[in-house]
């Protein structure tokens, strides 16, 4: 479902005109801003802050627009706002000017993937952290953003997530009428984090929480955007059989979590087979050969580290081993089970061991990469097959 654009609120006109006057109201934003104008708006009036906290550090996700970061520097003066963004670029700063006023508003900013990078950001080191309209895009694991939301938070401090309701009355009428209930769902060009890969419904974030340990401070649901189409029959026909709170159904979730010293809990059931930390690891692999070299055996070491969950064992039906794919240079997969590595012995979550292999050379002289991983057997491989923890070229000459 596409958002029609919303007709300009009387309050935002203002606003709007603050935005433009700082150079961030472009023609091409202006839009998207008049459709989520009220959204920003019940965000903002979501924060607050415990008295003695005068100059709070926000962190805010996704903020690269600046377009919500003016708003809450108005809304909060005296706080310090850092943004992470997804961008291609190094730690810098952004920043807006109006010439008018003299204004300048300056944040550091700090690119990382928030579903699988370590944010680079000290422990307990803010007051707030918001994502707004980010959850839905995430491929891979949303609880390694509440997980290291909870980490750079203050005991106290707020993580305020915003994000479309698929239980919202809108999206269950549409399914109903074979139409797509989430908002935002087609294939798009930027990406694979430019579509809406998955949307949740109220419960399912408030069960994100209840994993990282965070206290339920607010889980609400409002209609922020204009309506799409009017739901009274379905509300009138189905709305005695449908389970939950009618303030539950409306079109975007607010929920503000606060952090406690809680430790996490088990992975949501409801949205994971198993919990994805369980198969990470670190390898690093030296080649004893030159990386050109006659047909043959390769001698090398491969140094692993369990950083995942479970105890790599050697034997029975679902031990753990290392093994080397072969590729391409420009990573077209040969084999993928190319050859297999056996453990020295049983290695704990944290352990590290080094490994010494020799692994026959391909058959045909070339250039090629050995790319290696863990593999828990009968189970998965660690890595998607796509990404590997590390790779080495090889030319193998002819004999």
Same mark, same amino acid.
């Given at each position: 479902?596409?958002?029609?654009?919303?007709?300009?609120?009387?309050?935002?006109?203002?606003?709007?005109?603050?935005?433009?006057?700082?150079?961030?109201?472009?023609?091409?934003?202006?839009?998207?801003?008049?459709?989520?104008?009220?959204?920003?708006?019940?965000? /903002?009036? *979501?924060?607050?802050?415990?008295?003695?906290?005068?100059?709070? +550090? %926000? @962190?805010?996700? #996704? !903020?690269?627009? $600046?377009?919500?970061?003016?708003?809450?520097?108005?809304?909060?003066?005296?706080?310090?706002?850092?943004?992470?963004?997804?961008?291609?670029?190094?730690?810098?700063?952004?920043?807006?000017?109006?010439?008018?006023?003299?204004?300048?508003?300056?944040?550091?900013?700090?690119?990382?993937?928030?579903?699988?990078?370590?944010?680079?950001?000290?422990?307990?080191?803010?007051?707030?952290?918001?994502?707004?309209?980010?959850?839905?895009? /995430?491929? *891979?694991?949303?609880?390694?953003?509440?997980?290291?939301?909870? +980490? %750079? @938070?203050?005991? #106290? !401090?707020?993580? $305020?997530?915003?994000?479309?309701?698929?239980?919202?009355?809108?999206?269950?009428?549409?399914?109903?009428?074979?139409?797509?209930?989430?908002?935002?769902?087609?294939?798009?060009?930027?990406?694979?984090?430019?579509?809406?890969?998955?949307?949740?419904?109220?419960?399912?974030?408030?069960?994100?929480?209840?994993?990282?340990?965070?206290?339920?401070?607010?889980?609400?649901?409002?209609?922020?955007?204009?309506?799409?189409?009017?739901?009274?029959? *379905?509300?009138?026909?189905?709305?005695?059989?449908?389970?939950?709170?009618?303030?539950?159904?409306?079109?975007?979730?607010?929920?503000?979590?606060?952090?406690?010293?809680?430790?996490?809990?088990?992975?949501?059931?409801?949205?994971?087979?198993?919990?994805?930390?369980?198969?990470?690891?670190?390898?690093?692999?030296?080649?004893?050969?030159?990386?050109?070299?006659?047909?043959?055996?390769?001698?090398?070491?491969?140094?692993?580290?369990?950083?995942?969950?479970?105890?790599?064992?050697?034997?029975?039906?679902?031990?753990?081993?290392?093994?080397?794919?072969?590729?391409?240079?420009?990573?077209?997969?040969?084999?993928?089970?190319?050859?297999?590595?056996?453990?020295?012995?049983?290695?704990?979550?944290?352990?590290?061991?080094?490994?010494?292999?020799?692994?026959?050379?391909?058959?045909?002289?070339?250039?090629?990469?050995?790319?290696?991983?863990?593999?828990?057997?009968?189970?998965?491989?660690?890595?998607?097959?796509?990404?590997?923890?590390?790779?080495?070229a090889v030319r193998v000459n002819p004999a």
């Amino acid at each position: 479902m596409l958002d029609p654009v919303a007709p300009v609120p009387d309050d935002a006109t203002a606003v709007m005109q603050r935005l433009t006057a700082f150079g961030l109201l472009t023609e091409d934003a202006r839009p998207y801003f008049q459709t989520h104008f009220e959204r920003y708006q019940t965000t /903002l009036n *979501l924060i607050n802050f415990p008295e003695g906290i005068p100059n709070p +550090r %926000i @962190l805010e996700l #996704g !903020g690269g627009t $600046l377009l919500f970061t003016l708003l809450l520097k108005d809304r909060f003066p005296g706080a310090e706002i850092v943004i992470g963004t997804f961008d291609d670029e190094e730690t810098t700063e952004r920043c807006a000017h109006n010439p008018q006023t003299g204004e300048t508003l300056a944040c550091q900013a700090h690119c990382f993937n928030i579903e699988q990078d370590e944010w680079p950001l000290p422990d307990a080191s803010f007051d707030l952290v918001i994502s707004m309209e980010m959850l839905e895009h /995430l491929l *891979l694991d949303p609880c390694h953003v509440f997980r290291e939301a909870k +980490r %750079i @938070l203050r005991t #106290g !401090g707020r993580f $305020l997530v915003t994000t479309p309701n698929i239980a919202c009355y809108e999206s269950v009428k549409s399914l109903l009428n074979l139409e797509t209930p989430y908002r935002f769902g087609i294939y798009s060009q930027f990406g694979p984090y430019g579509r809406h890969n998955r949307e949740y419904t109220p419960i399912e974030v408030a069960e994100l929480g209840e994993y990282a340990g965070f206290d339920e401070d607010v889980l609400v649901t409002h209609d922020v955007y204009p309506i799409s189409q009017d739901t009274s029959d *379905l509300r009138a026909n189905f709305g005695a059989h449908l389970r939950g709170p009618d303030e539950l159904r409306h079109q975007n979730i607010f929920y503000v979590g606060r952090k406690t010293d809680r430790p996490f809990g088990p992975y949501p059931s409801s949205l994971y087979t198993e919990d994805p930390h369980l198969h990470r690891a670190r390898i690093a692999v030296t080649l004893h050969d030159e990386t050109s070299l006659a047909l043959g055996d390769i001698h090398g070491e491969a140094l692993v580290t369990n950083l995942g969950g479970y105890t790599w064992t050697t034997a029975g039906e679902g031990y753990t081993r290392l093994r080397i794919a072969l590729a391409a240079l420009n990573g077209t997969l040969i084999k993928r089970d190319f050859h297999g590595i056996r453990l020295p012995g049983p290695i704990e979550p944290g352990q590290q061991a080094s490994i010494p292999f020799v692994v026959a050379a391909p058959r045909q002289a070339g250039d090629y990469q050995f790319c290696f991983d863990m593999v828990h057997e009968n189970v998965c491989w660690f890595s998607d097959g796509r990404t590997w923890p590390q790779s080495i070229a090889v030319r193998v000459n002819p004999a």
